[in-house]
């Protein structure tokens, strides 16, 4: 192997190229820790770390470079994965110059073009767009993990002007990963949901156990009702469910869950209630009140926003709030950021209420200005 290294070094320092050669994979990860490349080229088969781990490494730390790997002995799953996590190409044994030199070169022109993009992203600020192939995705998630934390926004009584519960909202410090919808489409896209549904729990539980906050309204995604976690009645978040409402949002179906009256009858057993997010602004039709029968129901910021000026809207809102009331299901307004919002929600009979109007989210548990 370090005699086949020790060729492509010389192919490539005679084309023009500045090269630097390491003879095994753990050695290789670590030289990437401090220096950067235009591309790298690596055998699959390596002493200590082999070709995809090493890619993997090296995407942990710069989503661009291009990444030839190697092999003379291919198999189906090394090339699913080599194409997976990232690889530029996936090349096999034995290779002429001219072709290394080709590829090499290729992929060094590729780089620059990625990192100009990136660039350009930046400036633009679209981060939806800078993720990457999936080794890329999975270094952004997992910095995403560690860096998570838990916000929090009141959700007021306008009658009686006081707090009377939480909603714990999802934040990381990860700058590729900067809102919660983006962690949440790389959580879908590394299927992962269960993964982010646990630490987001665990969180929140260990905030809110010590305090004596009433009511604190937490996020699912309806995947998180297949998670056995959810389920366990030693889990962190069971120990307080009493003072939990699981929030399940709209805006994905619910198709997909089976025996959902079920898992939902099993969780109110251990003491959760249930409330519909989204409201307007998800999917359409009866399916998610009737199989989750929910204690309530939070009308979506789509619906709010300037419901002082549409009539429309108004006319939707106020037979919510009556139908809603006629079944004992509490509405809360979210998105609230006017005095004409809030004065008009009231006079349709919307009590409760969430928005930057009455507070930002934040940590640990902001005050509501009335």
């Not at 072709?99 to 990192?115: F, N, S, T, Y």
């Not at 998630?141 to 860096?147: K, V």
Request: proline share 5%.
């Amino acid at each position: 192997m370090e005699a086949v290294a020790a060729v492509f070094e010389r192919v490539l320092r005679q084309a023009g190229f500045d090269v630097m050669r390491v003879d095994d994979g753990e050695r290789a990860a670590q030289v990437l820790l401090h220096e950067r490349f235009d591309a790298i080229v690596s055998d699959i088969g390596m002493p200590k770390m082999d070709g995809i781990a090493l890619l993997r490494c090296a995407r942990e730390l710069d989503l661009d470079v291009p990444i030839l790997l190697i092999t003379g002995a291919p198999t189906v799953d090394t090339a699913l994965k080599a194409v997976e996590y990232g690889a530029l190409r996936y090349l096999l044994k034995p290779i002429a110059p001219a072709e290394l030199i080709a590829q090499v070169d290729q992929a060094v022109r590729l780089g620059r073009m990625a990192r100009l993009k990136r660039e350009a992203l930046d400036l633009g600020g679209n981060s939806r767009m800078q993720l990457g192939d999936r080794a890329g995705l999975e270094a952004c998630f997992e910095r995403a993990l560690d860096q998570l934390w838990t916000a929090y926004q009141p959700i007021v009584c306008l009658s009686t002007r006081e707090v009377v519960a939480f909603e714990a909202l999802m934040r990381s410090n990860e700058p590729r990963l900067p809102n919660p919808g983006d962690i949440l489409s790389a959580a879908d896209r590394l299927d992962k949901l269960d993964v982010l549904g646990r630490c987001v729990r665990r969180h929140v539980s260990k905030s809110i156990a010590p305090t004596s906050v009433p009511l604190v309204f937490v996020n699912l995604h309806p995947q998180d009702l297949l998670d056995r976690d959810l389920f366990a009645e030693d889990s962190a978040l069971c120990r307080i469910a009493s003072r939990v409402v699981l929030e399940i949002t709209e805006r994905a179906s619910l198709d997909e869950i089976p025996d959902i009256k079920g898992r939902v009858a099993q969780l109110r057993s251990l003491g959760f209630r249930v409330a519909i997010d989204d409201v307007g602004a998800g999917y359409a039709g009866l399916n998610s009140i009737a199989q989750l029968e929910p204690e309530v129901m939070k009308i979506d910021m789509a619906l709010v926003r300037d419901i002082d000026r549409e009539p429309t809207k108004q006319k939707l809102v106020s037979a919510m709030t009556g139908l809603c009331r006629e079944m004992n299901v509490l509405v809360v307004a979210e998105g609230v950021e006017t005095p004409a919002e809030r004065d008009m929600l009231a006079t349709l009979g919307c009590d409760l209420m969430q928005g930057y109007l009455f507070a930002k989210p934040g940590r640990p548990f902001p005050e509501a200005v009335f």
